[in-house]
């Protein structure tokens, strides 16, 4: 179970920044230079002349200088080899930058830790070297179980340093690692003010557990990251540690300011680093497959029929001509996934459910692709049979350019304004993505185009502007306006909407975020026009305007709770002839204390347009998080009741939903997790109340962890829905049930360099046959994957 809000895991392991909801915008007036944003009707000639003046009056705007600290560190040259072995007694770290002065900065603010920590920092031609000396007066009490790579969380012992080698202050790069060795990497952005661990990189790291706490060592090569063409070179950097007991504490080596609007903007500058190598370096990672399928030969319950084995390679390869250039091509990429996603409940939902992207070839300098409306989703690309992207900086511009070749399948996204439906897609289509992005000191403007070209004439060609402005150290302002241009492929025999009309139309959006140590409060406006299509996004909703607004104040008290944040939120969403579509009000609080734990309560009174009726109903929603021990690492129940909306007959109820995830470790080793959820929604029907539907969905996951690269995970996952046909309108199935169960054997050298074998089963209930007991064996599956990346320079 993941929330939206998540307090001091907003930033997911590291931010102790005011918690937020993550829903979106504002029901005052707000003034930026002279262009005001209110909530009334924004025409598309409005929004183009705003996007100028904007564009216009943020070239002309002071820019507040975020708070640096005066300290900086000058790094040397290695004396001598290192070894990373978890053994920092090599001669040379003697002779390396020695950091030992480090500040407490959760739940205490910027004191002196009670463990102290040793950080040695220094260089050669092809690596970054660091290692760490982590004290700790119970080192029994370590909690650092065996995982897979970024299988860490908050209740861990870890540590690690952030490195900003571009040194603009915006963007970040964490290595981590557990007292284990568990890795740890991922992208941390002050621009969109998220964590994004789904990139990899190479480097190499190994710990030990001591007498008096842990070491850790680590080799980062300078090809995993992107720096400037300059020497010497001057970069950001942030050391780490995170330290679980009682409470979960937070330690920098540079003390960080509480309420401002970023992290790696507070990073200490390394200077010192000459004679970098610059470019040459290249992988060349191919691939080879295996895969069996068998299929019921006669429909649901006959005999399973063997398919032949099928076979398949191909190759990914990244060249770095120079140190903040990447070149990407990848030939027949194999994106398959070798585990189940998430299980999620979708009855009742009115829109898509989104799913994170996992896969390689789109994941250098994913940050480029993050803007305030999510109009690049690389998951729409289903089928590629090639693809090439280059992705760099020149000065102060970033730049991404994708192409890529589309064979089709899956599902896409059709929109609108009160639901949106799935749909097959079986066409073919060349996709391309490019956005610029030019930094003026804290703040940015940025130009994103995107275009689909499907065979036979339909195409989506999206383009336009964004920006991120910070007024000040406590302010971060961001907007962007899009421009869409659509013919849809001639296919009515797969959605009526594609009869090859053609649509345009706008989507705006402004965000203003404001937080000081102890108060915070964030507003958002939405303009999204009828006929506006991101199809290579993520755009579930069009057709509507919306003004979200949220207000709190923060306590931090001392004992169990260490932060108390009451607060108010609003929104209204209105479609294009300003009726309403939902709008709801509702006081909430959040709470972090012991254990680990993150506590919201919050009362929602909200209004919900369900057919041609507008539906009043009242919830409450509770979310609690704990981490009380290595054995109990992770307990998250997030649960809401109350009234509701039959969205389907369009009509008022009462029901609830409950979403329970448990991780116990019995071992360092072995570890079970469980993932429950159910929603259920009763309705006055015949004058009384009668159950419309329940449903439930069931994960069970076992994992054995040989060593840092090894695992064995079995995973079964059980989705049913029960539902009284009687009361729908439309005809509906009285019950789905459906099982899954896989095994995977796992290898890693490093992220490209894998084994992959697994066993898959997938059983389904035949609605065709109402009478037959139990589930009907729908597939069974084998597979194989290798990968090796060669590397040089």
């Given at each position: 179970?993941?929330?939206?809000?998540?307090?001091?895991?907003?930033?997911?392991?590291?931010?102790?920044a005011?918690?937020?909801?993550?829903?979106?915008?504002?029901?005052?007036?707000?003034?930026?230079?002279?262009?005001?944003?209110?909530?009334?009707?924004?025409?598309?000639?409005?929004?183009?002349?705003?996007?100028?003046?904007?564009?216009?009056?943020?070239?002309?705007?002071?820019?507040?200088?975020?708070?640096?600290?005066?300290?900086?560190?000058?790094?040397?040259?290695?004396?001598?080899?290192?070894?990373?072995d978890?053994?920092?007694q090599?001669?040379?770290?003697?002779?390396?930058?020695?950091?030992?002065?480090?500040?407490?900065?959760?739940?205490?603010?910027?004191?002196?830790?009670?463990?102290?920590?040793?950080?040695?920092l220094?260089?050669?031609?092809?690596?970054?070297?660091?290692?760490?000396?982590?004290?700790?007066?119970?080192?029994?009490?370590?909690?650092?179980?065996?995982?897979?790579?970024?299988?860490?969380?908050?209740?861990?012992?870890?540590?690690?340093?952030?490195?900003?080698?571009?040194?603009?202050?915006?963007?970040?790069?964490?290595?981590?690692?557990?007292?284990?060795?568990?890795?740890?990497?991922?992208?941390?952005?002050d621009?969109?003010?998220?964590?994004?661990?789904?990139?990899?990189?190479?480097?190499?790291?190994?710990?030990?557990?001591?007498?008096?706490?842990?070491?850790?060592?680590?080799?980062?090569?300078?090809?995993?990251?992107?720096?400037?063409?300059?020497?010497?070179?001057?970069?950001?950097i942030?050391?780490?540690?995170?330290?679980?007991?009682?409470?979960?504490?937070?330690?920098?080596?540079?003390?960080?300011?509480?309420?401002?609007?970023?992290?790696?903007?507070?990073?200490?500058?390394?200077?010192?680093?000459?004679?970098?190598?610059?470019?040459?370096h290249?992988?060349?990672?191919?691939?080879?497959?295996?895969?069996?399928?068998?299929?019921?030969e006669?429909?649901?319950?006959?005999?399973?029929?063997?398919?032949?084995?099928?076979?398949?390679?191909?190759?990914?390869?990244?060249?770095?001509?120079?140190?903040?250039?990447?070149?990407?091509?990848?030939?027949?990429?194999?994106f398959?996934?070798?585990?189940?996603?998430?299980s999620?409940?979708s009855?009742?939902?009115?829109?898509?459910l989104?799913?994170?992207?996992?896969?390689?070839?789109?994941?250098?300098?994913?940050?480029?692709?993050?803007?305030?409306?999510?109009?690049?989703?690389?998951?729409?690309?289903?089928?590629?049979?090639?693809?090439?992207?280059?992705?760099?900086?020149?000065?102060?511009?970033?730049?991404?350019?994708?192409?890529?070749?589309?064979?089709?399948?899956?599902?896409?996204?059709?929109?609108?304004?009160?639901?949106?439906?799935?749909?097959?897609?079986?066409?073919?289509?060349?996709?391309?993505?490019?956005?610029?992005?030019?930094?003026?000191?804290?703040?940015?403007?940025?130009f994103?185009a995107?275009?689909?070209?499907?065979?036979?004439?339909?195409?989506?060609?999206?383009?336009?502007?964004?920006?991120?402005?910070?007024?000040?150290?406590?302010?971060?302002?961001n907007?962007?306006?899009?421009?869409?241009?659509?013919?849809?492929?001639?296919?009515?025999?797969?959605?009526?909407?594609?009869?090859?009309?053609?649509?345009g139309?706008?989507?705006?959006?402004?965000?203003?975020?404001?937080?000081?140590?102890?108060?915070?409060?964030?507003?958002?406006?939405?303009?999204?026009?009828?006929?506006?299509?991101?199809?290579?996004?993520?755009?579930?909703q069009?057709?509507?305007?919306?003004a979200?607004?949220?207000?709190?104040?923060?306590?931090?008290?001392?004992?169990?709770?260490?932060?108390?944040?009451?607060f108010?939120?609003?929104e209204?969403?209105?479609?294009?002839?300003?009726?309403?579509?939902?709008?709801?009000?509702?006081?909430?609080?959040?709470?972090?204390?012991?254990?680990?734990?993150?506590?919201r309560?919050?009362?929602?009174?909200?209004?919900?347009?369900?057919?041609?009726?507008?539906?009043?109903?009242?919830?409450l929603?509770?979310?609690v998080?704990?981490?009380?021990?290595?054995?109990f690492?992770?307990?998250?129940?997030?649960?809401?009741?109350?009234?509701?909306?039959d969205?389907?007959?369009?009509?008022?109820?009462?029901?609830?939903?409950?979403?329970?995830?448990?991780?116990?470790?019995?071992?360092?080793?072995?570890?079970?997790?469980?993932?429950?959820?159910?929603?259920?929604?009763?309705?006055?029907?015949?004058?009384?109340?009668?159950?419309?539907?329940?449903?439930?969905?069931?994960?069970?996951?076992?994992?054995?962890?040989?060593?840092?690269?090894?695992?064995?995970?079995?995973?079964?996952?059980?989705?049913?829905?029960?539902?009284?046909?009687?009361?729908?309108?439309?005809?509906?199935?009285?019950?789905?049930?459906s099982?899954?169960?896989?095994?995977?054997?796992?290898?890693?050298?490093?992220?490209?360099s894998?084994?992959?074998?697994?066993?898959?089963?997938?059983?389904?209930l035949?609605?065709?046959?109402p009478?037959?007991?139990?589930?009907?064996?729908?597939?069974?599956?084998?597979?194989?994957?290798?990968?090796?990346?060669?590397?040089?320079?």
């Amino acid at each position: 179970m993941q929330t939206d809000d998540k307090g001091t895991e907003r930033m997911n392991h590291l931010r102790d920044a005011p918690d937020r909801a993550s829903t979106p915008p504002p029901l005052r007036r707000i003034t930026l230079c002279p262009v005001s944003v209110r909530t009334v009707a924004l025409r598309p000639t409005w929004l183009r002349a705003t996007a100028l003046r904007m564009a216009a009056c943020f070239a002309l705007l002071p820019l507040a200088a975020v708070a640096q600290p005066a300290v900086s560190h000058s790094i040397t040259r290695a004396t001598g080899p290192i070894e990373i072995d978890g053994d920092i007694q090599d001669p040379a770290w003697a002779n390396a930058l020695r950091v030992d002065t480090w500040y407490e900065t959760s739940p205490r603010n910027n004191v002196p830790p009670d463990a102290p920590n040793v950080a040695w920092l220094t260089y050669d031609d092809k690596y970054f070297y660091v290692a760490f000396d982590f004290s700790d007066p119970r080192p029994r009490d370590i909690r650092a179980p065996f995982g897979d790579h970024d299988g860490l969380t908050s209740s861990h012992d870890y540590g690690g340093i952030f490195i900003d080698a571009s040194n603009d202050g915006k963007t970040a790069l964490l290595f981590l690692s557990t007292a284990r060795g568990v890795q740890y990497d991922a992208i941390s952005s002050d621009v969109t003010g998220d964590e994004d661990s789904t990139p990899d990189f190479y480097w190499d790291s190994s710990a030990r557990i001591t007498d008096t706490g842990w070491t850790l060592e680590m080799r980062i090569p300078f090809s995993s990251l992107r720096y400037p063409n300059t020497d010497p070179q001057t970069w950001g950097i942030l050391l780490y540690r995170n330290w679980p007991r009682v409470n979960r504490t937070q330690v920098f080596s540079t003390p960080l300011a509480r309420g401002v609007q970023c992290l790696v903007c507070q990073s200490t500058k390394l200077e010192g680093l000459s004679g970098l190598k610059h470019g040459g370096h290249w992988t060349i990672a191919p691939y080879a497959t295996a895969r069996q399928v068998a299929r019921p030969e006669a429909g649901p319950g006959s005999r399973l029929d063997n398919g032949s084995v099928q076979a398949d390679a191909g190759v990914d390869a990244k060249w770095i001509p120079n140190a903040d250039t990447a070149v990407d091509l990848t030939i027949n990429p194999d994106f398959s996934q070798v585990e189940a996603d998430e299980s999620q409940i979708s009855t009742n939902e009115r829109f898509a459910l989104f799913v994170d992207e996992k896969r390689p070839f789109f994941l250098e300098g994913k940050d480029l692709f993050s803007t305030p409306i999510q109009a690049v989703y690389t998951r729409t690309v289903t089928d590629p049979n090639w693809g090439l992207r280059a992705t760099g900086r020149l000065g102060t511009t970033s730049y991404t350019v994708l192409t890529t070749n589309d064979e089709g399948g899956g599902l896409v996204v059709v929109p609108g304004a009160t639901g949106s439906e799935l749909v097959e897609q079986d066409f073919k289509s060349v996709v391309g993505i490019t956005r610029l992005r030019y930094d003026v000191g804290q703040s940015f403007i940025s130009f994103l185009a995107t275009a689909r070209e499907i065979h036979g004439d339909a195409y989506n060609r999206v383009y336009g502007p964004d920006f991120g402005w910070k007024p000040s150290n406590i302010d971060r302002v961001n907007g962007q306006l899009l421009f869409s241009q659509t013919r849809t492929p001639n296919r009515t025999d797969l959605h009526e909407q594609w009869d090859g009309r053609k649509l345009g139309s706008h989507a705006g959006t402004f965000e203003w975020i404001h937080s000081t140590t102890n108060y915070d409060w964030f507003a958002e406006y939405h303009d999204v026009g009828e006929h506006f299509r991101a199809d290579n996004g993520f755009v579930p909703q069009v057709g509507y305007r919306a003004a979200i607004a949220e207000a709190g104040y923060t306590f931090r008290p001392t004992g169990f709770l260490t932060r108390i944040r009451p607060f108010l939120e609003a929104e209204r969403y209105e479609d294009r002839d300003r009726e309403l579509l939902s709008d709801y009000v509702g006081p909430a609080v959040n709470m972090d204390g012991g254990f680990h734990s993150m506590m919201r309560y919050q009362y929602r009174m909200e209004h919900v347009r369900a057919g041609e009726q507008i539906l009043p109903f009242n919830r409450l929603t509770a979310i609690v998080e704990l981490r009380p021990s290595l054995l109990f690492s992770e307990i998250e129940l997030e649960a809401s009741a109350g009234q509701a909306v039959d969205f389907a007959n369009s009509r008022r109820g009462h029901g609830g939903d409950v979403d329970l995830f448990a991780s116990i470790r019995p071992t360092d080793h072995l570890a079970f997790g469980v993932s429950v959820g159910w929603r259920w929604l009763d309705v006055d029907a015949t004058g009384q109340r009668q159950r419309l539907f329940t449903a439930k969905a069931l994960q069970l996951r076992t994992t054995y962890t040989f060593t840092s690269r090894t695992y064995l995970r079995l995973i079964g996952q059980y989705v049913t829905t029960a539902r009284n046909r009687e009361l729908y309108i439309d005809p509906v199935p009285a019950r789905e049930e459906s099982f899954n169960a896989t095994a995977l054997f796992t290898y890693k050298l490093n992220w490209q360099s894998v084994l992959y074998a697994g066993y898959g089963d997938e059983r389904a209930l035949d609605d065709t046959q109402p009478d037959r007991q139990g589930l009907d064996r729908v597939s069974r599956q084998w597979f194989l994957k290798v990968s090796y990346a060669f590397q040089g320079n």
